[in-house]
């Protein structure tokens, strides 16, 4: 473990928005999987992060 989060990857934050996301916390499941997607490269895959973990408080209209 690391205490200087730029050491983070995007692996270690979409690690994170598993676990939150089990844990029944989807807003911070979220907000770390946007890292996650944000760190990464391409953006096929970042797209589909994203899709993976929707912003639970948007408004579906």
Do not use: C, F
Request: charge should be negative.
């Amino acid at each position: 473990m690391t205490n200087d989060p730029t050491d983070l990857t995007s692996a270690d934050y979409l690690d994170g928005a598993s676990e939150m996301h089990a844990a029944g916390r989807p807003y911070l499941a979220h907000l770390l999987a946007e890292e996650a997607a944000r760190r990464t490269a391409d953006v096929a895959t970042a797209h589909s992060i994203r899709a993976q973990y929707p912003d639970p408080t948007a408004r579906k209209d």
